[in-house]
């Protein structure tokens, strides 16, 4: 049984505050102009034995829009630095988001609160040290989606709005958002520390990130190494992930990347309406550095810096090895969540060229992958066929005809029945996923002070594969106007 507690009451502790003090500044946040509880998300809340039904608006935003401090905690500013866009850039660190305080639950998970628009830090540059409601809806949101969807990621337990305004594309109103995950350690922490030359500090960083978070490396003959090795193992399966399901990350710098291979840091972000692998998600990415087919070449190159930053600790013969199974890793893992996608759980010898197949017909047909693979979960294995999927047949219609028909014996030779195998197809399908226009319409009805459809929207994105006949039309094809939808950095 989970003893609830009241948001006073949380057991706070503030592990990273006793770090050395100049590996951040000790920082308070900044209250908003008439700050108010948009949203809040239960869920999340269980993290941190927090009681849901105890906590009250007013609450929340005394405590997480900086009106009061969370009792007991310790709120700081991290420094890191990173690479950004193939460049190093000294000069980061947490420029608007602050951590709060750490939370031990009753299975002694330790949880960090992160509020992002808290204000300027000593590592905010030229920015103001806030956070827009446009982006905060976005990036509450699609917290939640990714956890309906199984994959790995940041979350957040509150959004709250505010009536002051800021800069950005024109006059926008200002937000802030608590981000919760056990980890706000980046690659960009040991990255500071390697090019800094403070390398028994990079040691001390690293102890304190294995005794956190990655205990079973201490049973390694090289504890850094297993370390290393553990991050790129699950760096390969988030990346696997995104492959897997259309996302696009925007802005994958090695300070947007966690040692605990969450998706991390959204911005620009994109789940795939079309499947376009050359598609970029962030307008300021004019090379396309992180276009959506170069994510896992990007990664592995992200985690070469990771590996750089190491070499005080791990023989540079001992990294280099492993970054070279990377790729590896990842096809592994790619293999296996597309398979999933098709209700394959067993192994022969063709499926990796029925997959192959599969994913040209979907780049040559543009095809909106969640869409398909939403529709194959209704059907029974009988009714694969080109009639019943039109919609997605059209063009190259032979070739579909044909990669049907492989597909249907290639079931066949599944363990599963048939029911099970439904069941299995829609457990890794979903219909629902944010998409960039649902978040559109969110910001558009928030900016306007309603915030209905971003409550609506949370428990679909949550239970994605159910139907939710209130937002049905979110399961339709995007509207004309989607396509028009710009990113930018700018958040
Ligand atoms: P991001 O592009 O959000 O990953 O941020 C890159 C760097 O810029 C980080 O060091 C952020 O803390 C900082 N930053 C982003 N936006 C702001 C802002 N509005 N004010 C201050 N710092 C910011
Ligand atoms: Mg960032």
Redesign the pocket.
Known sequence: MQMLRTLDKLNVDNSYARLPEHWFQRTSPKPLKNAHLISFNPRVARHLDLDPCQCNPDQLVNYFAGLQPLPGSSPLAMKYTGHQFGHYNPD??????QLLAEVINQRGERWDLHLKGAG?TA???F?????VLRSSIREYLVSEAMVGLGIPTTEALCLIGSEEYTSRLGMEPCAMLLRVTQCHIRFGHFEWLYYTKRHDELKQLADYAIQRFYPEALQADNPYLAFYQMIQAKTASLVAYWQAYGFVHG?L?T??MSILGETF?Y?PFTFLDAYEPDHIANKNDDAGRYAFFRQPAIVHWNLACLAQALLPLVEREALEAELETFMNQFEVQLLQRRKARLGLLTTHPDDAALIEKLWNLFKQNRTDITRFFSAIADLSTEQLSIENLTEFTQSSEQHWDAWLKTYQQRIALEMASEPIRQQQLRSVNPRYLLRNYMAEEAIREATQGDYRLVNQLLPVLRHPTEAHPHLQRYQEAPPDWAKAICLT?S?
Do not use: E
Not at 92 to 97: N, V, Y
Not at 127 to 131: F, M, N, S, Y
């Open positions: 980061l660190g947490d420029g608007r988001g300027q590592f905010s540059r920015g103001d040290g806030k956070a802005v710098n300070d947007n840091d911005g950095c958040s």
